[in-house]
């Protein structure tokens, strides 16, 4: 129970790795604040907490809008009266290079991925204050620290989040505040299963995506679930401002 009676947001929890980690941080003893833009989906991660015998509720939100993300904070104090954890997870990916890249799918994955986190964060953080301190945790990618082809909008998103944590880190460790990156590489997940099946033959796009580790396989997403839990909870509690990579030794190589 290294959660015990915290109180944590989890964007983007209805499926994927913040599902993983939604229905892990409930295990270990926290209130889940099930936070997603897909109601059914942010419905059904509620109601396996509670059949696993976990708390929380379910908050629609799309993290680009700030009325969205006020509401969710507003709610999660009015419900448990207070914000101990952030899981910044909720993310969007798109193919392309500057050229191929539209307009509109630059704006919309830098709104969501970057501007998204800033929202939270921008109305958590004086919550956080108010009751001596928090962690966040954002969800960067394997894809922040180098620059994989043809996916340029997603990348940038991913880099400006790494610089993004680790200003946030700095700014409001005084109020013991503690902000950090968990940094997957390719995890098997709805987000990734999605764009496999784009590709004209996904068993060879998928194999591709495993061959290119060291490990030679997908990730799961409870292994990055575990990643995220030791960063939110005290175990790491001297971490602040730094990366975990969980990528199957892809950016070692
Ligand atoms: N899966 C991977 O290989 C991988 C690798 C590195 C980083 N990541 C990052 O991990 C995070 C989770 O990825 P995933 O693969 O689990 O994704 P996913 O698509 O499987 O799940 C994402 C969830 O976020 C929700 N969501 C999307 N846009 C939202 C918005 N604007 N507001 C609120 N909720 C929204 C979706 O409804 C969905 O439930 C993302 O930030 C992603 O960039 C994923």
Redesign the pocket.
Known sequence: MRLKDKVAII??A?????QATALLFAKEGAKVVV????PK?GKEALDQIKKDGGQGVFVQ????KGNDVKKMVQETVKHHGKIDILVN?????TKGDVVSTSEEDWDRILD??LR?VYLCCKYAIPEMINKGGGAIVN?A??AGLVGIKNQVAYNVSKAALIMLTKSMAVDFAPQSIRVNNVC????E????RAAIQKEKDPKKARRALEECRPANRLGK?EEIASAILSMASDELGYATGSSLVIDGGYTAQ
Do not use: C, M
């Open positions: 964007t983007g209805g499926a994927g790795i913040g936070a997603d833009l897909d989906a939100v799309d993290v680009a997870n909720a993310g969007i990916y969501v991925n998204g969800i990618s394997e997957p590489g390719t995890t997940t709805p987000l990734v997403p």
